[in-house]
């Protein structure tokens, strides 16, 4: 099993930034993928951005150009750096950790608001 803590989220103006982390712990070496997903009130989980262990990182077209997601191996962390932040990004932001024979498991959520 694989332990996923979020933080970061919070309340920012229209156009301003965040960046939201995610500590990873447990069974590491199972992870094929690392993302975020987000789930607006009322709307389905979607897709935010996704970093393979060995490959590029995609983005959903709403937000590419202004997200951006790293890793850093070293601290066990993922990063999601949001950019020129619209109201319509509000949402709970979940981290997810797609690991082999299609196991998935799930941070606790971090709030992300925009107002406008």
């Known amino acids: 099993q694989v332990q996923l803590v979020e933080s970061g989220g919070g309340l920012v103006q229209a156009g301003g930034s965040l960046r939201l982390s995610c500590v990873v712990s447990g069974s590491i070496f199972s992870i094929i993928s690392m993302g975020w997903y987000r789930q607006a009130p009322g709307k389905q989980r979607e897709l935010v951005a996704a970093?393979?262990?060995?490959?590029?990182?995609n983005y959903a077209n709403s937000v590419k150009d202004r997200f951006t997601i790293s890793r850093d191996n070293a601290k066990n962390t993922v990063y999601l750096q949001m950019n020129s932040l619209k109201p319509e990004d509000t949402a709970v932001y979940y981290c997810?950790?797609?690991?082999?024979?299609?196991?998935?498991?799930w941070g606790q959520g971090t709030q992300v608001t925009v107002s406008s």
């Open positions: 970093i393979p262990s060995d490959g590029s990182a």
């Open positions: 997810n950790a797609a690991r082999t024979y299609g196991r998935n498991d």
